[in-house]
């Protein structure tokens, strides 16, 4: 089956959209449409379209908060998926290793309502992911964090599909290869994750979770279309945002595209930027950085989508 009778039999069996245009589902506001889409509610749907997909051959794109993603202006073949919609749970269970409580959460929760959860309950552990954006999910897939730190220190296990089989398994931390902002999971879809916290003072729990939130509102820009830190840190004591400003990059800008003032790392949408101006701008910040410092940044964001012609 080729991929546009494919398309066509999902169309007419499930209440998808198509061509949506993914500039609605990605916080950088840039990218052009999917074939399809898909925002199932629970499980059970997102199995079933997983499965439609599976047999007609449509290739599969997870998305969660769309936080960390920046989509070719020609958009993503086959069928997006996104997860931030499933009825999801957080909850604590047991007693985890060392006296840790384990916390579960669905993957499409809010990586916010996690945080907000272990807070209240006076657990320590997550402190360090105030104000990221995205899904539990996409935190774990991206082990998203600091420069010091990242959330694969805090993964218990996991309970995941594979996207070939379907087959759903739990696996534990130890059979997970975690590295900076990345875990190898290939071809997988994350259903849920349980965190092992560890109780602590409720007053200083808190505490420190809104001066490390204050912290990153009065240092990055929060509040404009981006995909957060574009290039990942060179090395743990290089920072990639100050090698951009030290290169004079701050405020460079391609169209619509722009470094922002505030942080350097951040490539900011200004209005109607376009994937191919991101692009260009990322390709002349690397060319600078590396001319004067023999680095080449490597970009932290996913770039996703296919270049080539449309259909
Ligand atoms: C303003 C701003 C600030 C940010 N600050 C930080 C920061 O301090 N630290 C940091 O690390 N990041 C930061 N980010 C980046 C981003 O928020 C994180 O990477 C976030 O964890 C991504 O989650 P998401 O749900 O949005 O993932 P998405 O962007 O939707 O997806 C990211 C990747 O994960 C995959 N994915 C998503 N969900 C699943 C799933 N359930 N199963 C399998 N694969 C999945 C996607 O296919 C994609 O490859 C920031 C972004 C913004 C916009």
Known sequence: MNL?????????????????????YTRFKVG???????????RQELLAILAAAKNASVPVT????????????????????????LVSEIRSKKKGPDDTILVYADAGERLSAVCRYTVTCGLTGLEFCAGIPGTIGGAVMMNAGTASQGICKKVHCLDILNLDTLAVKTVTKQDLVFTYRCLELNNHLI?????????GDPETVKKTFTANMKHKQNTQPMHLPSAGCFFKNPGPKSSAGKLIQDAGLKGA?????????????YIVNCGSATCQEIIALKKRIQKTVFDRYGIMLE???KVTGNRGEKK
């Open 299 to 301: 970009t932290e964001v």
């Open 253 to 265: 800008f391609c169209g619509d595209a722009r470094v922002s003032d505030l942080h350097a790392n």
């Open 4 to 24: 546009q009778s494919g398309i066509e039999k999902i169309k007419k069996a499930f209440q998808v959209s198509a061509d949506v245009p993914m500039k609605q």
């Open 32 to 42: 052009g449409p999917a074939d399809l889409l898909a925002v199932p509610k629970n």
């Open 62 to 85: 997870v998305v969660g908060g769309g936080s960390n993603l920046l989509v070719s202006d020609k958009g993503i073949r086959g069928l997006v998926v996104v997860t931030s919609h």
């Open 191 to 199: 259903l849920g994750t349980v965190l092992a916290l560890t109780p």
